[in-house]
């Protein structure tokens, strides 16, 4: 089992950065793709990025491509999200998701969530 603790949301203005954590807990982060969601208000869960247990395989949301970079350091169980060049379409709540199975786009596989940490960017 993986428990996840998102943090390093906040209010940024438009055009700035963020570093958002995921901090893992459990036998199988390792071995556990991991990826990134995001909802915003009124609106789906929608993916943003995952990345395979080697680092070898990342995969990103057009939306996103470009400007997001998705990292992690399995010997200290925790997954990045740098996001760069932020706009305010990218206000959401943000969640760490962890899958042992391959890389998927599709929240529905994802077995465990983190709480979310909230992310607004103002124009």
């Known amino acids: 089992q993986v428990q996840l603790v998102e943090s390093g949301g906040g209010l940024v203005q438009a055009g700035g950065s963020l570093r958002l954590s995921c901090a893992a807990s459990g036998r199988t982060f390792s071995r556990s793709v991991m990826g990134w969601f995001r909802q915003a208000p009124g609106k789906e869960r929608e993916f943003v990025g995952s990345i395979t247990w080697s680092g070898g395989s990342i995969s990103y949301a057009d939306s996103v491509k470009g400007r997001f970079t998705i990292s992690r350091d399995n010997a200290k169980a925790t997954l990045y999200l740098q996001m760069n060049s932020l706009q305010p379409e990218d206000t959401a709540v943000y969640y760490c998701?962890?899958?042992?199975?391959?890389?998927?786009?599709?929240?529905?596989?994802?077995?465990?969530w983190g709480q979310g940490t909230r992310v607004t960017v103002s124009s």
């Open positions: 998701a962890a899958v042992s199975r391959g890389p998927s786009s599709l929240a529905r596989s994802y077995d465990y």
